[in-house]
């Protein structure tokens, strides 16, 4: 989707967007020669076209971050499992975090959870590649 | 006043690049697996997953390195088949890990993350609209075990499709073209209806289909040893395509599947000896199909 300044016939630039309300998106664009800003605001269908593609607009080509889209979500919490959130007695090391963020979107609430279940059962404070590798050999993987 | 095509770039969404690059490192991801060989039918019910593993037992036997992707989001099987239905997902240095059966078998199935006897629920923004994306959702998440899984080096990488004539061509462009098909049917002129179907959608693509496996081909006794039948032997509906084998029925074979037995305890069953010349014949025929397929 590109959007015109008609008064200049100038492509407007993405300039920001908002994070999702109840599903909307706002997109701000600007006339970099009239600065003239116009904003987007997506209905719930026009923002689940885009969602459901796994991109998000204006993001960087390299994902893994952002807003979930796990289809999983709402079982989480049934299982026992933070979600998204870490426990805040525990650390992630940025090594841990990355290989967190390279496993499929939907897999990592309960990764996650798992792992700091596995971590706390044994006294640590932070995840680092060690306990990942741990935590993988105890489940026989 | 300028159009759509007299703009260069994408308006700053950055979608298109996102899709690109998510294709790319598909590919990428991909790249050690060899053979990539989808197992559908269209039709429901026929024994695909069940097909699915004992195919991927009877590779293993063989000395082939084999994953099986459950790609029926909706029904997965391939958990409890191999039992592996305690297993979550975890991160290792290339995506996440994917769990392995006792035989050695890689299984990537929804079923480890949802356990029986939920259901997936495809969530939306759109309330209410979840049927309306479930399709795109399902594939998107299809996408992201294919980009997301650390699938190694492996010979074979088996995908168990879900039921849907409309589907499997669907499947094939995800897969890509190099993706083979092996359809399961069972003897009854209604399963055999659907097959046909899916054949003929097959034949929109350049996808190779090895063959058809005629699943519950009898009823294997196992009081008196022998095969008896099930459905009417002569049927009104062919294949112009090579029958790799059939199975009977076998309660054995069943209770097996329903405890996620072992590649040991198949080999004892008497259907194990079919299975394997099922096997065998579908490398042949992939062989003669890819000739260099032992070399690529």
């Known amino acids: 989707m590109k959007f015109l300044c008609v008064s200049c016939d100038e492509a407007m630039k993405l300039m920001e967007v908002a994070p999702p309300d109840r599903g909307s998106l706002s997109v701000v664009y600007r006339c970099p020669t009239c600065a003239q800003e116009i904003a987007m605001l997506t209905n719930p269908f026009e ?71 596995f971590a706390k059962e044994r006294g640590l404070g932070e995840i680092d590649l060690g306990v990942l590798d741990g935590a993988r050999k105890s489940m026989g993987m | ?36 060989l989808a197992i559908g039918s269209g039709k429901g019910g026929v024994g695909k997953s069940t097909m699915t593993m004992q195919l991927a037992c009877a590779l293993r036997r063989q000395g082939y390195a084999v994953s099986i992707m459950d790609a029926d989001l909706n029904g997965p099987c391939q958990a409890r088949l191999g039992g ?50 479930r399709a795109t959702k399902e594939f998107t998440i299809l996408r992201e075990l294919l980009e997301g899984m650390d699938w190694g080096k492996l010979d074979y990488l088996l995908v168990d499709l879900p039921p849907g004539v409309e589907r499997i061509v669907q499947y094939a462009e995800l897969l890509g073209p190099t993706a083979m098909f092996v359809l399961v049917t069972i003897p009854s002129e209604l399963s055999k209806g659907v097959v046909a179907r899916s054949i003929e ?18 009823y294997f006794c196992q009081d008196c040893q022998r095969v008896k039948p099930l459905y009417p032997a002569q049927s009104s509906i062919q ?54 397929e032992e070399t690529r």
Not at chain 2, 239 to 255: I, K, N, Q, S, V
């Open chain 1, 47 to 117: 923002t689940q076209v885009v969602s459901s593609l796994g991109v998000q607009i204006g993001a960087d080509s390299d994902p893994m971050d952002g807003e979930s889209r796990c289809p999983f979500s709402s079982m989480v919490p049934e299982l026992g499992a933070p979600g998204e959130e870490s426990s805040p007695e525990l650390r992630w090391s940025p090594e841990a975090s990355s290989r967190l963020a390279n496993m499929p979107e939907f897999a990592r609430p309960l990764a996650k959870a798992g792992i700091e279940k």
């Open chain 2, 1 to 36: 006043m300028k159009g759509y095509y007299d703009i260069s770039g994408d308006g700053g969404s950055n979608v298109l690049a996102q899709v690109d690059a998510q294709q790319a490192r598909i590919a990428q991801n991909l790249s050690l697996v060899r053979n990539l």
């Open chain 2, 84 to 133: 592996l239905r305690e297993t979550i997902l975890l991160p290792g240095a290339s995506g996440a890990t994917v769990p392995t059966t006792e035989s050695g078998i890689g299984v990537v199935s929804m079923a480890t993350l949802v356990p029986e006897p939920r259901a997936v629920e495809f969530e939306s923004v759109a309330t209410g609209s979840s049927h309306t994306w």
């Open chain 2, 201 to 218: 959608a097959l034949k929109q693509t350049s996808n190779p289909i090895l063959g058809y496996i005629e699943n519950m081909d009898g």
């Open chain 2, 239 to 292: 294949f112009e395509l090579p029958r790799l084998g059939t199975l009977p029925f076998d309660p054995a074979l069943a209770a097996h599947c329903d405890r996620g037995g072992s590649l040991a305890d198949l080999s004892t069953l008497p259907s194990w000896p079919l299975l394997q010349r099922i096997a065998e014949e579908m490398l042949k025929r992939a062989a003669e199909l890819t000739p260099s």
